[in-house]
Structure formats: C-alpha cells, structure tokens
C-alpha cells in the first residue's frame, strides 16, 4: 500500500525559508523510474508544479521557482524534502507530494497536502 | 513552451457525453495525465497514457489525442464526475506543467 504524507510549519513569516518533508511507505525511491514531485495549489486557484526527484538522485525544477527551490531525497529514511526561499504571500498555498511511478511520469499517489500560509 | 492550456469551465447534462480538452506543443511528443480533483480533497489520477484507467476508475472515463490537443472524454456523466479537472504533461526539459484546470458542472 502506497501512501504519502506531507510535514511542515503551518505559518511561515514573509522572507523566511520553508522546509516541507514528504514521508512515504509502499515504495522505495531506489527503484528505477520511481520519482516525487511536489506540487502546490493557492486557495481557489489551480495546481502549480514545483520540482521532482528522480530515483538517480537527478532534479528538475519549475522554470519559474527553481531560484528558490531546493528538493532531495534521504532513501534510508523514505523521505524527499523541498525547501523554498524568500518566502511570500503570494506562496500560501497547499503543498502536495506525490509519487511517479510509471513510464509516462504520471502521478500515481498524492499525499493529502499540508496548508503553508504565509504572513507576517 | 511547456503550458497547457484548458477551458476554464464545461457542463454537460446528467447521463450525456462531456469532452474536456487541454493543448499545448509538448502534447506532440509526450501523453497527457488528468486529475479529478473534489473540494478539500487531493486530485486522483483518472486517465494516463494512450487511454489508461488507474483501479477502481469507472470506464466511462477515457483519453486520447491529436496533435497539440489531448481529452478527457466522460461518457454518461454523473452527478459524482462534478470536480476540478486538471491536465498534466512533461516536456523536453524536464517540467511537468498542469493546465490551468477545468471546472466540470453536471445540470
């Protein structure tokens, strides 16, 4: 059984560095083409890709955040963790882990996502 | 460019046949996903590849695509199929764009 579970702060101050952790079980991210991607979604609006690591430790980022971003993965411990700089409003959102784990990249399981708001 | 671009909202009348359709260039050369996606809820993966349905996906839910343009077919909708639906799709740089969703209303 593949699940997900996404940790972190609930409230982060403005220009601060969130550091969200994605925890799961029923997968390991050394099997070859197993990826996590992280995703997030402001209230009311559609979902925003940020970034995925792949099972050979490669890394790819949303064109437009990758400044900001960071992701990386503890295999031992069955964790990828982002963390994203120069907090701002504008990144309240909820942010989603979710695993890939097919040929077509296609996200197969999500976590339940975890409420980051942004304010002073 | 890696967007993809989806209408914002659809309708279709209970039991009829709603297309739902997302373009973008990387569509002709990769396979769009979608993702039903309720209130308070995260999204499901309904449709993947050519035309896959993960378990316990009803079959009236279907994929397929042209050129630029990918669809999510729902044939018979129901009252339960009312949700967000978002396309998603990789390009040659490695992103993983979704569309910017569409809202599904079933009359």
């Known amino acids: 059984q593949v699940t997900l579970r996404e940790s972190g702060p609930a409230l982060v101050k403005p220009t601060q560095t969130l550091t969200l952790t994605c925890t799961f079980s029923g997968f390991s991210l050394s099997t070859s083409g197993m990826c996590v991607s992280w995703i997030r979604q402001p209230p009311g609006k559609a979902l925003e890709w940020l970034a995925l690591?792949?099972?050979?430790?490669?890394?790819y980022y949303s064109t437009s955040l990758k400044t900001r971003l960071t992701i990386s993965k503890d295999t031992s411990k069955n964790q990828v963790v982002l963390t994203m700089t120069n907090m701002d409003p504008v990144d309240t959102a909820t942010y989603y882990c979710?695993?890939?784990?097919?040929?077509?990249?296609?996200?197969?399981?999500w976590g339940q996502g975890t409420l980051v708001t942004v304010s002073s | 460019s890696s967007e993809l671009t989806q209408d914002p909202a659809v309708s279709v009348a209970l039991g009829q046949t709603v297309r739902i359709t997302c373009q973008g260039d990387s569509l002709r050369s990769y396979y769009a996903s979608w993702y039903q996606q309720k209130p308070g809820q995260a999204p499901v993966l309904v449709i993947y590849g050519k035309n896959n349905r993960p378990s316990g996906i009803p079959d009236r839910f279907s994929g397929s695509s042209s050129g630029n343009t990918a669809s999510l077919t729902i044939t018979g909708a129901q009252a339960e199929d009312e949700a967000d639906y978002y396309c998603n799709s990789r390009d040659s740089s490695g992103n993983h764009p979704f569309g910017g969703g569409t809202k599904l209303t079933v009359l």
């Open positions: 979710a695993r890939q784990g097919g040929d077509g990249y296609e996200f197969d399981y």
């Open positions: 690591i792949d099972w050979d430790d490669d890394k």
